[in-house]
């Protein structure tokens, strides 16, 4: 149930990040919310020690939302304002640093590795019912949230004026549609550690299929996150049976080649 959970809200996640920014490389991990999200986490276990699932999921909500801002702020610098290549970048510099002051943490305190050191590598092993009904009600509101702004993203990939010419307040809807990114993307975080690519392979996937339009995007991505998710914490469970890799290096595995090819494409564009 939880990798269910968590793979549709990331999927979900992912293709609301790729319509805002109109760029096919966006994804909660690699734009550095799921690495903001899990550096709050780890730097409340060593300062303040092992806290409830509830305070996780609102230290994940704030390191996401400070990681979100942070990243659009970067890549909105300079004369040319904010393009889908400069927000790669900050986003990868922001997503090294957290990473870097997480090690740091972890060296620094043997106590805090034990503790969430399986957590880290992104793992639904070992959670049981009470977590999941504790984040369940972020992740529906998320979902809820992001089905209803289909029409509104849809239109605002078709560029910032003609949205605006449609009578959208692009500024509401933007706002709206971060603010339910962090949402979900904190509560998988909080469930789940940083699993990453999720949210990078499922909207292409879906576009394949459905078109264009966000008001099919979304929910057929939850549905095939979830079941991604769920196909890959199998195979994490049998690939080196009796024991079991986290769902994060599993799904490394599989996203990393596509980020590749991905990105070699919009190189050659």
């Given amino acids: 149930m939880i990798a269910l959970i968590v793979g549709a809200a990331l999927a979900v996640a992912g ?11 966006a994804d909660p991990g690699i734009l550095g919310i799921s690495a903001g999200a899990a550096f709050a986490v780890v730097a409340v276990t060593f300062f303040v020690g092992t806290a409830s699932v509830q305070i996780y999921t609102w230290v994940a909500f704030a390191g996401g939302a400070i990681a979100a801002t942070a990243v659009y702020s970067l890549g909105s610098m300079g004369r040319s304002g904010i ?8 986003g990868a510099v922001f997503a090294y640093l957290m990473s870097a002051l997480t090690t740091a943490i972890l060296i620094l305190s043997q106590r805090t590795l034990d503790e969430i050191r399986f957590w880290l590598a992104g793992s639904v092993a070992g959670r049981d019912l009470g977590i999941l009904l504790q984040v369940l009600p972020y992740v529906l509101v998320g979902l809820i949230v992001a089905f209803s702004l289909g029409k509104q993203i849809t239109a605002l990939t078709l560029g910032e004026d003609v949205a605006k010419g449609l ?28 699993i990453g690519f999720v949210g990078l392979v499922i909207p292409h996937i879906v576009r394949f299929w459905v078109g264009v339009d966000y008001r099919w995007i979304l929910p057929y991505a939850a549905i095939w996150g979830a079941i991604l998710l769920s196909v890959a914490d199998l195979a994490a469970r049998l690939v080196i049976k009796p024991q079991e890799l986290p769902v994060g290096i599993m799904m490394s595995l599989i996203g990393a080649p596509f980020f590749i090819y991905l990105a070699r494409s919009q190189v050659k564009r």
């Fill in 83 to 90: 393009t889908p290549l400069k927000l790669i970048l900050a």
């Fill in 15 to 25: 293709s609301l990040m790729q319509g805002l920014t109109r760029n096919v490389l």
């Fill in 167 to 194: 009578g959208l307040n692009t500024g509401w809807v933007k706002a709206i549609a971060i603010v339910t990114v962090v949402l979900l993307a904190g509560s998988a975080v909080a469930l789940a550690g940083p």
